[in-house]
């Protein structure tokens, strides 16, 4: 490979920064729906289920239940942002016909990936942070473990990023870009332990739940603050990774062969 | 000259089975201008898709610059420009953006002053800052071709580019083509108007359902392929040709008025001298005379139709 001729390296640095640049000026254009319109989603959800119910509930595992949700939440926000960054980011190139110049580019597809995914992440994680600002405006929080909550929010928010990137060039229209989300995640999302410990269900549905993939990421989102977790945090940790190496193998798979990005 | 694209044994087979390129075989020259000519559906864009990794062979090989665009891409793609056939651009994008992502694409460093020459030589350079949404479909046709600049390519390919385009921005883009194969740009355009490979090219492909039916200079095809017509204008209309003349490929129009003769610019003899003489003879006396020579346009239709 005669690659240095290029003056290249063997990383298209300058493509992996245009491409992330070029998506999170996207974000910035729009703050309204990027930050704004999730942030005051979450706040209500505090509004409801965290003063207006919560004050009513008992605490769970110690955990007042205010506070107890709160990792569930965004994870929920991480969990749809990433997908719905990442998806529409590759999607809306499709779409307008655009993708040509990446297709053309000397570009590698790990490096196009680690650009839409990488801004996407980021995007979603700078969301999550906001939230999780947000939410000590209402209720009182604790971070025990914070290295393994950022460890949690980065793996998570690359996970679904990757995963809404394959949703994005499946799609072949914006009804197929919204079912996922819609039909599938939202659902695993809400009934992954948001809003309640699966301890707190039947034992025949508790056993359901655990296969879940979303369970396995917030409760071991809720241990790095409580210290607290209906799995252990190393299976947590495990079922993460193994989502997204099978996140990273479709991905590998639709760049080698070509799969809906070229005849 | 050397070949800055070889193309060996190219097919493609799309999914439904249709053929869109059976073995094609071609070569371009380093620094020429190169005319792929063809109908609708011929296999120009497939073509070009491939060479540009948008498409997926289905057997053969391309080199570009020296380098195979599959096994060496990175190489081979850093050389290559693109300008699309479809106005397809980002919307909320300034110009100035968008053509400084592609460099970044491409994987040059920033160089804002190559840029700004760009945006300059297209006259787009006032509208830096504009938003391409706001911009008529002639510059966005302009922005197209700066971000295919924008890296600095050896080889540019311009698609069907003066479909739909005014006769100002035509004219700046012939200009600038001139000054890119200067600098030693290799350029190869597709068009289906026919003028345009007759006064840009060096050499023209005819493509015609998915192979290249003939690379030739354009001058060496036009002579050796034009027939040229001598029209004489009559002084007394004709009725029908005289028994004397029938040896020569004559033809009446305009009611008699005007005898047509047929010939080749390629054989010995046109025998032009042969027939101004029997017309003396048979005591036919014209006003006028003109010769037009068979634009690369009849020279194509001919050859397309004389396939199928």
Same mark, same amino acid.
């Given at each position: 490979?005669?690659?240095?001729?290029? *003056?290249?390296?063997?990383?298209?640095?300058?493509?992996?920064?245009?491409?992330?640049?070029?998506?999170?000026?996207?974000?910035?254009?729009?703050?309204?729906?990027?930050?704004?319109?999730?942030?005051?989603?979450?706040?209500?959800?505090?509004?409801?289920?965290? =003063?207006? &119910?919560?004050?009513?509930?008992?605490?769970?595992?110690?955990?007042?239940? *205010?506070?107890? $949700?709160?990792?569930?939440?965004?994870?929920? %926000?991480?969990?749809?942002?990433?997908?719905?960054?990442?998806?529409?980011?590759?999607?809306?190139?499709?779409?307008?016909?655009? &993708?040509?110049?990446?297709?053309?580019?000397?570009? =590698?597809?790990?490096?196009?990936?680690?650009?839409?995914?990488? =801004?996407?992440?980021?995007? %979603? &994680?700078?969301?999550?942070?906001?939230?999780?600002?947000?939410?000590?405006?209402?209720?009182?929080?604790?971070?025990?473990?914070?290295?393994?909550?950022?460890?949690?929010?980065?793996?998570?928010?690359?996970?679904?990023?990757?995963?809404?990137?394959?949703?994005? $060039?499946?799609?072949?229209?914006?009804?197929?870009?919204?079912?996922?989300?819609?039909?599938?995640?939202?659902?695993?999302?809400?009934?992954?332990?948001?809003?309640?410990?699966?301890?707190?269900?039947?034992?025949?549905?508790?056993?359901?739940?655990?296969?879940?993939?979303?369970?396995?990421? &917030?409760?071991?989102?809720?241990?790095?603050?409580?210290?607290?977790?209906?799995?252990?945090?190393?299976?947590?940790?495990?079922?993460?990774?193994?989502?997204? =190496?099978?996140?990273?193998?479709?991905?590998?798979?639709?760049?080698?062969?070509?799969?809906?990005?070229?005849? | 000259?050397?070949?800055?694209?070889?193309?060996?044994?190219?097919?493609?087979?799309?999914?439904?089975?249709?053929?869109?390129?059976?073995?094609?075989?071609?070569?371009? #020259?380093?620094?020429?201008?190169?005319?792929?000519?063809?109908?609708?559906?011929?296999?120009?864009? !497939?073509?070009?898709?491939?060479?540009?990794?948008?498409?997926?062979?289905?057997?053969?090989?391309?080199?570009?610059?020296?380098?195979?665009?599959? @096994?060496?891409?990175?190489?081979?793609?850093?050389?290559?420009?693109?300008?699309?056939?479809?106005?397809?651009?980002?919307?909320?994008? !300034?110009?100035?953006?968008?053509?400084?992502?592609?460099?970044?694409?491409?994987?040059?460093? #920033?160089?804002?002053?190559?840029?700004?020459?760009?945006?300059?030589?297209?006259?787009?350079?006032?509208?830096?800052? !504009?938003?391409? #949404?706001?911009?008529?479909?002639?510059?966005?046709?302009?922005?197209?071709?700066?971000?295919?600049?924008?890296?600095?390519?050896?080889?540019?390919?311009?698609?069907?580019?003066?479909?739909?385009?005014?006769?100002?921005? @035509?004219?700046?883009?012939?200009?600038?083509?001139?000054?890119?194969?200067?600098?030693?740009?290799? /350029?190869?355009?597709?068009?289906?108007?026919?003028?345009?490979?007759?006064?840009?090219?060096?050499?023209?492909?005819?493509?015609?359902?998915?192979? /290249?039916?003939?690379?030739?200079?354009?001058?060496?095809?036009?002579?050796?392929?034009?027939?040229?017509?001598?029209?004489?204008?009559?002084?007394?209309?004709?009725?029908? /040709?005289?028994?004397?003349?029938?040896?020569?490929?004559?033809?009446?129009?305009?009611?008699?008025?005007?005898?047509?003769?047929?010939?080749?610019?390629?054989?010995?003899?046109?025998?032009?001298?042969?027939?101004?003489?029997?017309?003396?003879?048979?005591? /036919? @006396?014209?006003?006028?005379?003109?010769?037009?020579?068979?634009?690369?346009?009849?020279?194509?239709?001919?050859?397309?139709?004389?396939?199928?």
């Amino acid at each position: 490979m005669s690659q240095r001729s290029t *003056g290249m390296g063997l990383i298209n640095w300058h493509a992996i920064v245009a491409i992330y640049r070029f998506e999170m000026a996207r974000t910035w254009r729009t703050p309204m729906q990027s930050i704004l319109s999730p942030v005051i989603s979450t706040s209500l959800y505090f509004v409801v289920f965290g =003063a207006a &119910i919560g004050s009513r509930m008992q605490s769970i595992d110690g955990v007042p239940y *205010g506070a107890f $949700i709160v990792p569930g939440l965004i994870m929920l %926000s991480l969990l749809t942002q990433s997908i719905a960054n990442a998806s529409f980011a590759i999607y809306f190139p499709k779409f307008t016909g655009t &993708i040509y110049e990446l297709l053309s580019a000397p570009v =590698a597809w790990w490096e196009a990936v680690a650009a839409y995914v990488g =801004a996407a992440a980021t995007k %979603s &994680i700078i969301l999550g942070l906001i939230i999780l600002a947000t939410a000590t405006l209402f209720v009182p929080l604790r971070i025990e473990h914070p290295v393994f909550m950022l460890l949690f929010l980065v793996l998570t928010a690359t996970t679904f990023s990757l995963f809404g990137f394959i949703i994005g $060039i499946w799609a072949d229209g914006f009804e197929k870009l919204q079912v996922v989300p819609l039909l599938i995640v939202t659902p695993l999302a809400f009934l992954g332990g948001s809003f309640y410990s699966i301890e707190m269900l039947p034992p025949f549905w508790r056993v359901v739940t655990l296969f879940n993939p979303v369970v396995y990421l &917030i409760s071991g989102f809720r241990w790095s603050f409580y210290g607290v977790a209906d799995v252990g945090v190393a299976v947590s940790l495990g079922m993460t990774m193994v989502f997204l =190496a099978a996140c990273i193998g479709a991905v590998a798979w639709i760049f080698r062969t070509g799969y809906r990005l070229k005849n | 000259m050397t070949a800055i694209i070889s193309v060996s044994n190219l097919s493609k087979t799309y999914a439904s089975g249709f053929k869109a390129l059976k073995s094609i075989d071609l070569e371009i #020259r380093r620094g020429e201008i190169f005319a792929l000519l063809g109908p609708n559906g011929a296999g120009k864009t !497939t073509l070009i898709s491939i060479i540009c990794g948008l498409v997926n062979p289905s057997s053969g090989t391309v080199l570009a610059d020296g380098h195979d665009i599959s @096994r060496d891409y990175r190489a081979a793609r850093s050389a290559i420009g693109l300008v699309p056939q479809e106005l397809t651009t980002d919307a909320f994008e !300034t110009v100035w953006s968008t053509v400084s992502f592609s460099r970044g694409l491409f994987g040059k460093a #920033r160089n804002p002053a190559h840029i700004e020459q760009v945006l300059r030589d297209l006259s787009l350079w006032d509208k830096r800052d !504009t938003e391409i #949404r706001r911009l008529s479909g002639g510059m966005k046709r302009r922005v197209l071709i700066a971000k295919a600049l924008s890296h600095e390519p050896r080889i540019l390919f311009l698609d069907e580019p003066t479909a739909g385009v005014d006769v100002e921005l @035509r004219q700046d883009m012939w200009r600038m083509v001139r000054k890119l194969r200067e600098d030693g740009v290799t /350029i190869i355009l597709t068009t289906h108007y026919i003028e345009e490979a007759e006064e840009m090219a060096d050499r023209v492909g005819v493509i015609s359902k998915g192979e /290249i039916i003939l690379v030739e200079e354009k001058s060496e095809l036009m002579r050796k392929l034009g027939r040229k017509q001598l029209t004489l204008a009559l002084q007394e209309q004709l009725s029908a /040709i005289p028994e004397a003349l029938a040896a020569f490929d004559l033809s009446l129009a305009a009611n008699g008025s005007e005898l047509i003769y047929s010939y080749d610019t390629k054989a010995e003899r046109t025998g032009i001298t042969a027939l101004l003489q029997a017309l003396a003879e048979a005591g /036919i @006396r014209f006003r006028d005379l003109q010769t037009s020579q068979s634009s690369l346009e009849d020279i194509f239709v001919s050859l397309v139709r004389s396939r199928s």
